[in-house]
C-alpha cells in the first residue's frame, strides 16, 4: 500500500454500515467517516429510535436503519450500494460475518474478545464465498497492540515474546458498553501461552512493574484479557505474549486490582457499577483522557527494543483506526479473506492514516 490518501477514491454512491452506530465508539466513526469520505453512512443498532435521535443532526449523508433481530437490513431495499459494514457490537459479531460474506460485504470489527474473533475468522475461512475481505482486531486494544507487535517482528526478527502494555486515561468518559466489557473480565480466568508453557492466569490477578515512555514512567500494570495476546502468537509466530493493563491515575489501577481481589463483580449489580464508574468519569474524573500502548519485545537472538504510540481519547483513537481500515477497504485494496490487522496493513501505515489522533513516542528502556 501506498500512504495516498484512500477517500480520494471512494465513491459517493458507496455506504458504510455502523453497527452500533449512535454509541461512544460508533458515533465516532459515523463523524468520521462522515468528515473524511463522500460515502454515505448507514446507522443501526439494537434501537431505531436512538439510531433516528443520532441522525437527525449528523446532516444529509447519514440515514436510520433497522437492524432486524438477526438480519442486516435488507440491501436491496437501500438507496446507496452498502460496501464495508463496521461492527461495535460485539455479540453480533459472527452473524453480522457471515452474511457480510455471502453478500460479497467487507467487514471491520472493532471486537476484543479472542474467542469472538476466533469463531469469526473460521467461519469466514470456512465459507464458500470469497469477494470479500474481513479485518479482525481493529481499534487500540486489540489493533494498535498488534501493529506494535509486528513492527518488532520486522525490525527484531522472529521473537521469543512480547509485553504489551496498554495505559489508558481514568479521565475519559466511555460507553457503559465498553466499561461493562472491561468489569465483566476483572478476576476472570483465562489460559494464555507464556515463556515457561500454557498456563491459567487471572485479570488483575499477576502485576509487572514497567517503566513507560513519558510522561508515565515507572508503573504497576496488570494482566488483563486482551484478545492480542491469543492471536499474535498464532499470525506472528511468537513463542508467547502477554497484555497488562494500568491506568494513568495510579489510585484508579489499584482500585480495579482491589476489585479484582475481592470480586466485586460477583456481589455488585455489574450495570450499576459500570453506570457510577461513568458517571465518575464525566463528573469527577481523576485521571486524563490519553493512552499510551507500548510494547517491549525480546528477539529470539536476545535483541530487546520497545515500541509507543500515544493518542488522546482510546474511544476517538479506536474510532480513527477503525475509519482509516474501512476507507482502505472501499477502495478494494485487501485481498478478499479474513485477516487480523497485522497481517494485512503496519504501523507506519496506521500513523499515516490516522493522523493527528495518533502519534509515535520515542522510547529508551535503558
Not at 144 to 160: E, I, M, S, W
Not at 209 to 229: C, I, K
Amino acid at each position: 500500500m501506498t500512504n495516498a490518501r484512500p477517500e480520494a477514491m471512494v465513491s459517493a454512491d458507496q455506504a458504510v454500515l455502523v453497527v452500533g452506530g449512535y454509541g461512544a465508539v460508533g458515533g465516532g466513526i459515523v463523524r468520521a467517516l462522515l468528515r473524511d469520505s463522500p460515502c454515505h453512512v448507514l446507522v443501526a443498532g439494537r434501537s431505531l429510535e436512538r439510531a433516528r435521535a443520532f441522525c437527525q443532526v449528523q446532516g444529509p449523508r447519514v440515514t436510520a436503519v433497522a437492524l432486524g433481530d438477526g438480519y442486516l437490513p435488507v440491501i436491496e431495499e437501500l438507496p446507496h450500494r452498502i460496501t464495508v459494514v463496521v461492527n461495535c457490537v460485539e455479540e453480533a459479531s459472527l452473524w453480522i460475518a457471515l452474511q457480510c460474506q455471502a453478500a460479497g460485504i467487507h467487514y471491520v470489527d472493532v471486537s476484543a474478545t479472542a474467542s469472538v474473533l476466533d469463531a469469526v475468522r473460521t467461519r469466514w475461512a470456512s465459507g464458500e464465498s470469497q469477494r470479500s475481505s474481513a479485518v479482525l482486531s481493529v481499534g487500540v486494544a486489540p489493533g494498535l497492540t498488534n501493529l506494535l507487535v509486528r513492527k518488532a517482528c520486522d525490525q527484531l526478527g522472529p521473537l521469543q515474546h512480547a509485553d504489551i502494555t496498554v495505559l489508558l486515561g481514568a479521565g475519559e468518559v466511555h460507553g457503559l458498553a465498553a466499561i461493562r466489557w472491561t468489569l465483566d473480565r476483572l478476576g476472570a480466568t483465562f489460559t494464555l501461552q507464556t515463556p515457561a508453557g500454557a498456563r491459567e492466569v487471572r485479570a488483575f490477578g499477576e502485576s509487572r512493574p514497567v517503566r513507560l515512555a513519558e510522561p508515565y514512567g515507572r508503573r504497576t500494570a496488570y494482566r488483563f484479557d486482551f484478545s492480542e495476546q491469543h492471536t499474535l502468537p498464532r499470525t506472528l509466530a511468537l513463542q508467547s505474549a502477554a497484555t497488562w493493563l494500568c491506568f494513568d491515575s495510579r489510585l484508579v489501577t489499584q482500585a480495579f486490582a482491589w476489585m479484582a481481589r475481592w470480586r466485586v463483580r460477583q456481589w455488585l449489580p455489574p450495570d450499576g457499577l459500570a453506570k457510577s464508574l461513568a458517571w465518575t468519569a464525566a463528573h469527577a474524573p481523576i485521571g486524563g483522557n490519553g493512552f499510551m500502548v507500548q510494547v517491549d519485545a525480546l528477539s529470539q537472538s536476545g535483541d530487546r527494543a520497545s515500541w509507543v504510540v500515544a493518542g488522546d481519547g482510546e474511544a476517538a483513537c479506536t474510532a480513527a483506526v477503525a475509519v482509516w481500515v474501512a476507507r482502505t477497504l472501499l477502495v478494494g485494496r485487501l485481498a478478499p479473506g479474513a485477516h487480523h490487522i497485522e497481517e494485512v496493513l503496519t504501523l507506519d501505515e496506521a500513523l499515516a492514516g490516522c493522523a493527528p489522533v495518533l502519534r509515535r513516542v520515542e522510547f529508551n528502556p535503558m
